[in-house]
């Protein structure tokens, strides 16, 4: 449930990110663009909450 909701966080946040940036910009919103930054984002959150900062913990 956890890497669920992360995934659902990290795309309603890149997605904000990506719309206010691209608005800022000038740009047109790319929501393939805005996937691929969410996917990544949760990838790094995955490896960083399960890997590293457990690691150190113990």
Do not use: H, N, P
């Not at 990290?10 to 000038?26: D, E, H, N, R």
């Amino acid at each position: 449930m956890r890497y669920l909701m992360t995934i659902v966080w990290a795309i309603l946040i890149g997605s904000v990110l990506s719309y206010v940036l691209t608005s800022m910009a000038g740009d047109s919103f790319a929501i393939t663009d805005t996937l691929v930054l969410s996917a990544i984002v949760a990838i790094a959150i995955f490896v960083l909450g399960d890997g590293v900062i457990k690691a150190k913990s113990e």
